[in-house]
């Protein structure tokens, strides 16, 4: 079955520090990963994406995934946080094909201490 | 910038009642989604339309219905609502087709509460 899993519910970092969110994902086919991102109130924003080439991927606001597919994992990251990174994160695997059939995890919830 | 509006972003409806939740994209993307939100559960596929008047159910369809008359607006209808509707729903488009890239434009979301 495809699912999409992130392990942490709610995650809090201090300003200035790195940070990283897990994902993992079960697919059978070559999948296409996303990371969203939603500001309290407000709906999902794209940050970046990853189908193939280079596994680093850099996205928006100064944030970046890494695809293993070993390990099944896309974990965002980002060297050094903002108080305005405070936000609800998604991980989404989906076929390149079809939007319709894309999944999403449960979401990470990142506070961020001043 | 892609726009996709929700028209209502608050409602407070009595069990029973007809609801209507609109959605209009201003990118002539051929894809709109209804997605229903809740905590701890992420995001799940109520329907999704591929074309005008054309609608495929998703994950959690039952309760709900879908009308789209027009390729730029897509309805969320609750023949009938229930407490447990209560919940953020997010609307959404896309460009068909592979090499689109998949990306989904979200609505800033509509909080139904079901009294």
């Known amino acids: 079955a495809q699912s999409v899993t992130q392990p942490d519910i709610h995650i809090t970092v201090s300003e200035g520090a790195s940070l990283e969110l897990r994902c993992n994902y079960s697919?059978?086919?070559?999948?296409?990963l996303f990371w969203y991102v939603q500001s309290p109130g407000q709906g999902l924003q794209l940050l970046l994406k990853?189908?193939?080439?280079?596994?680093l991927v850099q996205g928006i606001k100064g944030f970046e995934a890494e695809f293993k597919r070993s390990q099944s994992s896309f974990n965002l990251r980002k060297p050094s946080v903002h108080w305005s990174d405070a936000a609800e994160y998604f991980c989404?695997?989906?076929?390149?094909?079809?939007?319709?059939?894309?999944?999403f995890g449960s979401g990470t919830r990142l506070s961020i201490r001043p | 910038d892609v726009k996709v509006t929700q028209s209502s972003r608050y409602l407070v409806k009595r069990t029973g009642e007809k609801v209507f939740l609109e959605c209009v994209q201003d990118?002539?993307?051929?894809?709109m989604f209804w997605y229903r939100q809740d905590p701890g559960l992420g995001l799940r596929l109520i329907y999704f339309?591929?074309?005008?008047?054309?609608?495929e159910k998703g994950d959690i369809p039952e309760g709900y219905s879908v009308s789209r008359e027009k390729k730029e607006r897509f309805s969320l209808i609750l023949e009938s609502a229930s407490t447990n509707q209560t919940s953020m729903y997010l609307c959404?488009?896309?460009?068909?087709?592979?090499?689109?890239?998949?990306?989904?434009?979200f609505g800033e979301g509509s909080w139904l509460t079901v009294v």
């Open positions: 959404a488009s896309s460009f068909r087709g592979a090499d689109s890239g998949n990306t989904i434009y």
């Open positions: 697919y059978g086919a070559t999948p296409y």
């Open positions: 990853y189908f193939s080439g280079d596994t």
């Open positions: 989404a695997v989906g076929p390149y094909s079809s939007a319709s059939k894309i999944i």
């Open positions: 990118m002539d993307h051929e894809n």
């Open positions: 339309s591929y074309d005008v008047k054309m609608k």
